[in-house]
C-alpha cells in the first residue's frame, strides 16, 4: 500500500525567501509521485512529477522536486518565494494503479 | 488543454435530499474520480471509474453512488444527503496508466463543488 506525508500543515515564509514543503512517502514498489497546486476556490492544478525518470523534477512557476529513494522524500522547492504562490499544496503517491492518494496538504503564507 | 467540467459550483440542499453532481471531461479519458476534500484531512477518494459502466469503491463509499453511462460523464449520487457530508467535491479524470512510464498518470481536477446540507 502507499501513503503520503506532508510534515507541516501550514508554512510561513516571507517574499524572497526559500521555500521548503515537506512530502514523505510510502511504497513497495517504485512510486509515480506528484505535487498538486490549489488556489483558493478552485479545483487542484498539477505542478510537477515524478516518472522514474531524472530524479530532480522541475515544474511550472520556478518549482522543483528531488525524488530522494534513500531518504523516501519528494520536497518541493522554490528559490525565492512570489506572493503569488500563497496556496495549498498536495503530494501524492500512485504505484501502478491508477488511483492517487494524497497528503493531508500545507497551506503556504506568503508575507511582504 | 483538458478541461474537467463540474456542473454546479455552490450548491445548497436540505438533509434526506437526494443530490446529483454532475462532471464531463473533453479528453476521452478512460479514469474518472470522485474525491471528497476536507480541512486538514486532504483529498479522500469516493468511487472511481476506469470504464463506462464500470465502477469501483474508494476509501469513503459510504453514502454515496456512482453513474457513468458515456464515457465523458461520470455522476456522484448522495441518495439521502446529510449535513456529513457538507464538503467540497472534486472531479477528476485520467488516461488508463501504461506503460510508457512518461504518460505517468496525470490525473486533471475540476474546478470543484461546494456542496452545503442543512
Known amino acids: 500500500a502507499q501513503s503520503v506525508t506532508q510534515l507541516g500543515s501550514h508554512v510561513s515564509v516571507s517574499e524572497g525567501a526559500l521555500v521548503l514543503l515537506r512530502c514523505n512517502y510510502s511504497?513497495?514498489?517504485?512510486?509515480?509521485l506528484f505535487w498538486y497546486v490549489q488556489y483558493p476556490n478552485q479545483g487542484l492544478q498539477l505542478l510537477l512529477k515524478y516518472t522514474s525518470a531524472a530524479t530532480l523534477v522541475k515544474g511550472i512557476n520556478g518549482f522543483e522536486a528531488e525524488f530522494k529513494k534513500s531518504e523516501t522524500s519528494f520536497h518541493l522547492t522554490k528559490p525565492s518565494a512570489h506572493m503569488s504562490d500563497a496556496a495549498e499544496y498536495f503530494c501524492?503517491?500512485?504505484?501502478?494503479?491508477?488511483?492517487?492518494?494524497f497528503g493531508t496538504g500545507t497551506r503556504l503564507q506568503v508575507f511582504p | 488543454d483538458v478541461k474537467v467540467t463540474q456542473s454546479s459550483r455552490y450548491l445548497v440542499k436540505r438533509t434526506g435530499e437526494k443530490v446529483f453532481l454532475e462532471c464531463v471531461q473533453d479528453?476521452?479519458?478512460?479514469?474518472m474520480f470522485w474525491y471528497r476534500q476536507d480541512p486538514g484531512l486532504g483529498l479522500r477518494l469516493i468511487y472511481f471509474s476506469y470504464d463506462v459502466k464500470m465502477k469501483e469503491k474508494g476509501d469513503i463509499p459510504e453514502g454515496y453512488s456512482v453513474s457513468r453511462e458515456k464515457k465523458e460523464r461520470f455522476s456522484l449520487i448522495l441518495e439521502s444527503a446529510s449535513t456529513n457530508q457538507t464538503s467540497m467535491y472534486l472531479c477528476?479524470?485520467?488516461?488508463?496508466?501504461?506503460?510508457?512510464?512518461?504518460?505517468?498518470?496525470?490525473?486533471?481536477f475540476g474546478e470543484g463543488s461546494w456542496l452545503t446540507v442543512v
Open positions: 479528453m476521452d479519458h478512460e479514469n
Open positions: 501524492a503517491v500512485s504505484a501502478y494503479t491508477d488511483k492517487l492518494i
Open positions: 477528476a479524470s485520467s488516461f488508463t496508466l501504461v506503460a510508457d512510464s512518461d504518460s505517468g498518470n496525470t490525473i486533471y
Open positions: 511504497s513497495s514498489v517504485p512510486p509515480y
